[in-house]
Antibody
Framework: EVQLLESGGGLVQPGGSLRLSCAASGFTFSSYAMSWVRQAPGKGLEWVSVISGSGGGTNYADSVKGRFTISRDNSKNTLYLQMNSLRAEDSAIYYC?????????????WGQGTLVTVSS | QSALTQPASVSGSPGQSITISCTGTSSDVGSYDYVSWYQQHPGKAPKFMIYDVNNRPSGVSSRFSGSKSGNMASLTISGLQAEDEADYYCTSYTTSSTWVFGGGTKLTVL
């Protein structure tokens, strides 16, 4: 059974940083791309970033490019999202998701999410 | 990249069929057969329902089906059931190698 458990969310001031983690189990982690998708309270889904199975390929939404960095440690089956220069509009539930294939594919399994609140 | 356009809400009675549209552009929906649909119940994570326009993951009811024509994709739910009441989101791959979601549609089962 695929399991994804996010952690690291919390309250941070504007301009601050936060690192999210996602512990994965139930599948061969290195064989699949992984994504982060966020959802502001009461709003729709927004794709944030993707990383290939090997970690050699990454891509970002324009709204976070240059501020967020996605990475993975395949030896630990863990996905990360380093978020810098945080803004109020980054406040959201951040979901970790396993993608259907190794690259250029859609998320199929999702974690339960971790809440990030950017506020002074 | 602008969000795909979905109706804010749709409704139907048990047993009926409903269709949710998802309108994009030639830079996303119109360029690839990589449209997927998710179902999200309140307070829950999204559930994967349809991928590559009209494919169902294992375990998803055959009452759910997808289609696409030009820049518009659609999700059809037949034999509507009370448990289908949820928010539904479409997503498409884009020519920028990113993914874009629709704004979401709230389905009410009357």
């Amino acid at each position: 059974e695929v399991q994804l458990l996010e952690s690291g969310g919390g309250l941070v001031q504007p301009g601050g940083s936060l690192r999210l983690s996602c512990a994965a189990s139930g599948f061969t982690f290195s064989s699949y791309a992984m994504s982060w998708v966020r959802q502001a309270p009461g709003k729709g889904l927004e794709w944030v970033s993707v990383i290939s199975g090997s970690g050699g390929g990454t891509n970002y939404a324009d709204s976070v490019k240059g501020r967020f960095t996605i990475s993975r440690d395949n030896s630990k089956n863990t996905l990360y999202l380093q978020m810098n220069s945080l803004r109020a509009e980054d406040s959201a539930i951040y979901y970790c998701a396993k993608d259907l294939h190794n690259w250029n594919s859609v998320p199929d399994y999702w974690g339960q999410g971790t809440l990030v609140t950017v506020s002074s | 990249q602008s969000a795909l356009t979905q109706p804010a809400s749709v409704s139907g009675s048990p047993g009926q069929s409903i269709t949710i549209s998802c309108t994009g552009t030639s830079s996303d929906v119109g360029s690839y057969d990589y449209v997927s649909w998710y179902q999200q119940h309140p307070g829950k994570a999204p559930k994967f329902m349809i991928y590559d326009v009209n494919n169902r993951p294992s375990g998803v009811s055959s009452r759910f089906s997808g289609s696409k024509s030009g820049n518009m994709a659609s999700l059809t739910i037949s034999g509507l059931q009370a448990e289908d009441e949820a928010d539904y989101y479409c997503t498409s791959y884009t020519t920028s190698s990113t993914w874009v979601f629709g704004g979401g549609t709230k389905l009410t089962v009357l």
